[in-house]
């Protein structure tokens, strides 16, 4: 009996309501932007960098006296003579005193590009000795010198003159933008 009275209901409901068609399917709701494309390549290179960085880093450590110097062919050995007696006026300083080798790295590449951004031709790295170090090498004087020698913008660096700094800071020649 529970059936009839179902079916009545049923068939009193699509009298109520008429004829009744079927909806289109609703559309995917739009999705959010892609992702950007990971430069895995570069992001690999990078890596081999920083662990042929660190290898040399413990390969051939530069101590606390001795002087950091680095020519480009390209730099005539007149300027590089220039750069060494500090003749250069220095247009804008980073001092790492402090700094952990981590630190120093990240401070010293966002320190020179940007230097180079804003056109400065000569720059100063204050890196210290490294006497004061817990290590037996100086190593933030050893970042500095891995750093600038990787860099394609920088055209000779040397240890500063004594009046300024001396063999705890070096100063760096950068290519025009």
């Given at each position: 009996m529970s059936d009839a009275r179902d079916d009545d209901d049923s068939d009193l409901f699509r009298t109520a309501i008429g004829p009744v068609r079927r909806l289109d399917d609703a559309p995917t709701?739009?999705?959010?932007?892609?992702?950007?494309?990971?430069?895995?390549?570069?992001?690999?290179?990078?890596r081999a960098a920083m662990s042929e960085f660190r290898?040399?880093?413990?390969?051939?450590?530069?101590?606390?006296?001795?002087?950091?110097?680095?020519?480009?062919?390209?730099?005539?050995?007149?300027?590089?003579?220039?750069?060494?007696?500090?003749?250069?006026?220095?247009?804008?300083?980073?001092?790492?005193?402090?700094?952990t080798a981590g630190q120093a790295e990240t401070a010293l590449r966002l320190f020179l590009r940007n230097a180079q951004r804003s056109g400065s031709a000569c720059v100063r790295i204050i890196?210290?000795?490294?006497?004061?170090?817990?290590?037996?090498i100086p190593v933030l004087k050893n970042v500095v010198d891995r750093v600038l020698r990787q860099r394609s913008d920088v055209l000779a660096f040397h240890s500063a003159p004594p009046a300024q700094g001396g063999t705890g800071a070096v100063l760096v020649l950068l290519a025009a933008r």
């Open positions: 709701p739009p999705r959010g932007p892609r992702p950007r494309p990971a430069a895995r390549m570069a992001q690999a290179d990078e290898q040399a880093l413990e390969a051939m450590p530069i101590g606390a006296g001795d002087v950091l110097a680095h020519r480009v062919e390209a730099l005539p050995v007149t300027v590089f003579n220039r750069l060494k007696r500090g003749q250069f006026s220095v247009q804008d300083e980073l001092d790492l005193h402090g700094a890196h210290g000795k490294g006497l004061g170090s817990d290590a037996e």
